[in-house]
């Protein structure tokens, strides 16, 4: 969190910088990687309008309620609501997160108009879906090849528990992280070994740059590893 926080705190001053040689600059923040950054560029004067699009669902206030520290989530919602707007994919994710600035911080909540007001500041929550080409998208995911692919691996998993990720290999994504939890998870609990399997569809990213080839490289140097000590004969 330490590590988060400090990130943040350098993109929020790079940006309170440019802001003050730009006063009519309009700031839009991307996703979880970069939540904290609207109170950080409030409290270093910047007075633009901010927006921030949030990629991925939000959590329902019971969940976040029962698996995340609630000085976390206040701290998380504070921010967000620093931006004079905050947009999400679905409406249910809008839906939660007025819930969550509701029950969290007690702000004031417009459900008809999708607003929050907290300390003197009225943010709008929007639905922005995403532009994909759906039609698409389903014909591929429905093609011959990703079918059998898909029954392949039911049949090889079937009667196991599933932990499901996709993600493309970027170096951001606690890609790493993920598999040595996994790992850890199978150290402490070896009753789970052959019970529980780690599913990840990784997405190659920018294999031009020897920086992005090489975490490739270590990724499935590490899966192996992990393949090799809980899964010798798979």
């Known amino acids: 969190l330490r590590a988060y926080r400090a990130a943040n705190h350098a993109f929020a001053d790079a940006v309170a910088g440019l802001a003050r040689l730009r006063p009519d600059l309009r700031i839009l923040t991307h996703d979880f990687h970069l939540s904290l950054m609207g109170r950080s ?31 976390v989530v206040r701290e998380l919602l504070e921010s967000l609501l620093a931006n004079d ?5 679905i409406d249910s994710y809008v839906s939660r997160f007025l819930d969550a600035a509701e029950k969290f911080l007690g702000a004031t909540v417009d459900r ?5 007001t907290y300390r003197n500041r009225t943010t709008r929550v929007r639905t922005n879906p995403i532009s994909v080409d759906y039609d698409s998208y389903r014909r591929q ?31 951001t994504k606690g890609i ?4 040595k ?3 850890n998870l ?7 070994v052959g019970k529980v399997a780690f599913v990840a569809w990784l997405i190659p990213y920018r294999l031009s740059a ?3 080839r090489d975490f490739v490289e270590e990724v499935k140097t590490l899966v192996r590893s992990i393949n090799r000590e809980f899964a010798p004969d798979a």
């Open 41 to 71: 560029m409030r409290e270093a004067g910047v007075a633009a309008r901010m927006s921030h699009i949030f990629h991925v669902p939000w959590p329902s206030a019971a969940y976040l309620e029962e698996h995340i520290p609630r000085e």
């Open 85 to 89: 707007s905050v947009d999400f994919f």
């Open 112 to 116: 008809e108009r999708k607003t929050v």
């Open 141 to 171: 995911a429905l093609a011959a090849g990703p079918l059998n692919l898909a029954f392949a691996l039911m049949k090889k998993l079937d009667g196991k528990q599933l932990i499901v990720r996709g993600e493309r290999t970027e170096l």
């Open 176 to 179: 790493i992280e993920g598999f």
């Open 181 to 183: 939890a996994f790992r």
């Open 186 to 192: 199978l150290r402490d609990r070896p009753d789970l």
């Open 210 to 212: 020897p920086l992005y």
